[in-house]
């Protein structure tokens, strides 16, 4: 039987997404969700581990959205001229143009750390809001600071696809022709992350149409396991299309809550031969 792991991200972000993830979790659809401990709404999370006991829950680093919980003096070339943090794109600028200190970084990462240790514990695993750590170099400074941190487990970014079921894809040109080059690059990434003693599923789900993402029948029918066993497929559930940082996903998250808190899902699910699991890596 192969095994999938639905991840609600970005939890504490707002109350409508808190809301959210906690009815997911609820209908034993999303045993995996993850804390942005720069947001208003992240000490929520304190509870969840009480709530729900089979529950994974990892650290959400977070440099793109807000502001951050170190000193804005020393962590200056994260932070626009009011104090939040760069875009993504303008991180991406700022990483080209070697203007973003990267010990800088690992001050911020630190401040993360230790705000979700108060409020969680020991994470279960990380990864990072807009992977915006998917960045020669940066993803060795992520990976190896959550080392240094205790944390083991990672999201993979290596790639397990689900053909369109139209037979037309979404993707870019652009994604079509830099995706071989960009595949190799995550394999060895992980590869290497093995060696230093990371655990990660074997890779994320994508979806060569989003459109099926919703699609949940022909979606868990049609993933192209290959020699994979262990998948993640992430969502982002909301209440409501209000939130002041949902970005291009705004009235998606409200359609994912509805399908993902519905525990048919786990029927669906089953008729496929998966199982839902959490980020219990070691006992799978």
């Known amino acids: 039987m192969s095994k999938l792991i639905i991840t609600a991200d970005d939890y504490g972000m707002c109350e409508a997404v808190n809301i959210a993830i906690e009815d997911c979790i609820k209908s034993k659809v999303v045993l995996s969700t993850n804390v942005m401990t720069n947001m208003a709404f992240c000490e929520n999370a304190t509870a969840l581990k009480k709530k729900f006991s089979d529950l994974s829950i990892g650290i959400h680093y977070n440099l793109t959205a807000g502001i951050p919980l170190s000193p804005i003096d020393k962590i200056r070339t994260l932070v626009d001229e009011d104090g939040k943090f760069l875009s993504y794109d303008k991180i991406r600028q700022a990483c080209k143009n070697k203007s973003y200190d990267y010990n800088q970084i690992r001050i911020e990462l630190q401040a993360q750390y230790k705000r979700y240790v108060e409020i969680c514990g020991e994470p279960d695993y990380w990864n990072t809001h807009q992977n915006v750590h998917v960045y020669p170099k940066l993803y060795e400074l992520f990976r190896d600071t959550s080392l240094e941190f205790g944390i083991k487990k990672m999201r993979s970014h290596q790639r397990i696809y689900v053909p369109s079921s139209n037979g037309i894809s979404d993707k870019s040109l ?111």
């Open 174 to 284: 652009k994604w079509t022709l830099t995706n071989p080059f960009k595949r190799i690059m995550l394999n060895n990434w992980q590869h290497n992350s093995a060696q230093k003693g990371v655990v990660s599923p074997d890779g994320l789900l994508v979806r060569m149409n989003e459109h099926d993402k919703l699609n949940l029948a022909y979606l868990f029918d049609n993933i192209s396991w290959g020699k994979s066993s262990l998948a993640e497929l992430i969502i982002h559930p909301s209440v409501s299309a209000d939130g002041e940082f949902f970005g291009k996903v705004t009235h998606e998250r409200v359609r994912e809550y509805e399908v993902f808190s519905d525990s048919s899902v786990l029927d669906l699910a089953k008729r496929s031969n998966i199982e839902i699991v959490n980020f219990e890596l070691n006992k799978l």
